[in-house]
């Protein structure tokens, strides 16, 4: 069984920065597509981004030219920046992992208010 951690949420002013960092517990995360979703209250998950074996990266409209995913293999680590937030941003963010089958974490809090 896949176990994702995610760290890295929190409580953030409208325009600011927060990182969030998801790591995976398998010997063979280099295979795994990656990906960040996000539920809001009241709405369904949404996928934010995923980030493939090879690199590749896809961003939801609402959030491109604002988060970026990247990954790092020899940590099992892949990391959400999330940089001119809006309200609207505002959700649980959960990282998910695919190879085979889909692995999820238990999400982290992103609340962005003044």
């Known amino acids: 069984q896949v176990q994702l951690v995610e760290s890295g949420g929190g409580l953030v002013e409208p325009g600011g920065s927060l990182r969030l960092s998801c790591r995976v517990s398998?010997?063979?995360?280099?295979?795994?597509?990656m990906g960040w979703c996000r539920q809001a209250p009241g709405k369904q998950r949404e996928l934010v981004a995923t980030?493939?074996?090879?690199?590749?990266?896809n961003y939801a409209d609402s959030v491109k030219g604002r988060f970026t995913i990247s990954r790092d293999n020899g940590k099992n680590t892949v990391y959400l920046q999330m940089n001119s937030l809006k309200p609207e941003d505002t959700a649980v963010y959960y990282c998910?992992?695919?190879?085979?089958?889909?692995?999820w974490g238990k999400g982290t809090m992103v609340t962005v208010s003044s």
């Open positions: 998910r992992a695919t190879y085979v089958t889909t692995s």
């Open positions: 980030i493939n074996s090879g690199g590749g990266t």
């Open positions: 398998t010997n063979r995360f280099s295979l795994y597509t």
